[in-house]
């Protein structure tokens, strides 16, 4: 009886484990990967916002706004204040490229040590805290360069073709995303906050010279290079979207620039169209093709950022 008992306790001690242990067991990450995608995001909005809408970045934006407004406020619809008109489209994508773009050098060098003891210990997938780290600073990121334009565009009295103004948002955020999706790669390869920013604003600096700002006539050897800079591509888009057919300024009574102005025929009533303007910056490319290539640009370098931070940076 005795003996009875025991091999019945031991087969009760001993059964083998459930279907349900075995894939617990076998598991290798605690939980699902949405479950840590939610989780992540979550936790990411709620650590960055403080961050990229803090005090000091709101009042730098107000402050550039007010200084933007008060620089070109209201520009007339004459051949002299063309110059202001699309001085003012460089300024403002230039400033939220190198804007963006600096904060998002910081994201992954700042968090590496807390990056490498949570996948060390089997926390959470990569890409499920890539993802949700894209996912939840994206729309903050957002916040900030849309305050601008809304104060800028109609103080600056840019086309007031209210379809045009949106065309507008939507093209500066896109540029944003951009300039912020470059910093993440360049933060995702380097890992090192101060290096990062060093190597970006490198960046920058050279594409601002290579795409055709401040000189016209590139060396052949380096010619294609402007192809490179995804601030040329906004550029050309907000040029296209303020300077169109419809958009009429008067010609100068003297001397002009513009060959309708110069006419034999012209009066001092003639006007200058959009159009011409575009001519004379060079603008090739369709509105079309240049939103396909930023968001091409955008998404490759957020895959590289992943690459990065998956093969260059595992520890």
Known sequence: AESGAGSGVKSRTE????????????????TPWYWQFLVLTFRTFRQ????ILSKLAIFQTLAV????????FQIEHTEDSIQDRYGLVFFAATY?????LVVATATFPSERIVIAKERASGSYHLSAYYLAKTVSELPIMLILPSAYIIIVYWSAGLNPNVGFFFASWGVLILHAFVGQSFGLMV??????????LVTAIVFMLTMMLLGGFYIQNLPSWVGWTQWLSFLAYTFEILVTLEFTADTLFT????????AVC????????????????QEM????????ANIAVLVGFGLFYRLLAYLSLRFLNRR
């Open 15 to 30: 059964s083998p484990p459930s279907v349900e242990d075995r894939r617990f067991k076998d598991r290798k990450w605690p």
């Open 281 to 288: 910056l060079d603008v090739d490319l369709p509105v079309y």
């Open 251 to 258: 010609c100068n009574t003297e001397a002009s620039n513009y």
């Open 262 to 277: 110069n006419s034999t025929l012209a009066t001092n009533a003639t006007m200058i169209p959009g159009t011409d303007v």
């Open 65 to 72: 706004a007010a200084v933007s407004s008060l620089v070109w």
């Open 96 to 100: 939220w490229g190198f804007n963006t």
């Open 48 to 51: 960055s916002r403080h961050v």
């Open 187 to 196: 933060g995702a390869t380097v890992m090192d906050a101060q290096k990062a």
